[in-house]
């Protein structure tokens, strides 16, 4: 019995520190998160040309903000920032879509291989994918279907 009460006095022992170390750990990383979103602030957010604003949404790829405060720049961007740099339409970013080869690249056929994550074009239709697995379809008919679509998931960056 008493061997029974010790080995759950450790088990609520290990799950208090646990809990306790996980809420210092996102406490630290909000506060980094609201350090550098202050820095971007302060910087009154620099606006960004127009390529560099298409770049971001069609890549993902953050670096011209994060260089914009060099003491932060290996320490990512908050998702949260592109309401402040991202200045273009919807409508902009469908447009690059169609003429900016974007469609082609996004054809499962130029995949790197046929269950790489990402969201494809096959045929006539938009797939979600996941290690192979398809999660969500969207039906296209045309190149302004698929411009469309595409640029709805990635304005949904901006929105989320």
Known sequence: MTTFIIIIGLV???IIYFLISNKIGVKKLNDEINE???AHERLNYPELDKKTQLEIMETGNMNAIAELVPEFKDKG???RLLKEYITISKNELKE???ISGFIEKHKLENA??????GIWLLKDKIIDQERGI???TWKVNNESEIAEIYAD???NKITD
């Open 134 to 136: 398809t999660h969500r």
């Open 77 to 79: 961007v908050p998702f």
């Open 112 to 117: 790197p291989n046929p269950e790489h994550d």
């Open 153 to 155: 998931l990635l304005w």
């Open 36 to 38: 550098i979103c202050l």
């Open 12 to 14: 609520l022992i290990l």
């Open 96 to 98: 690059h879509i169609k």
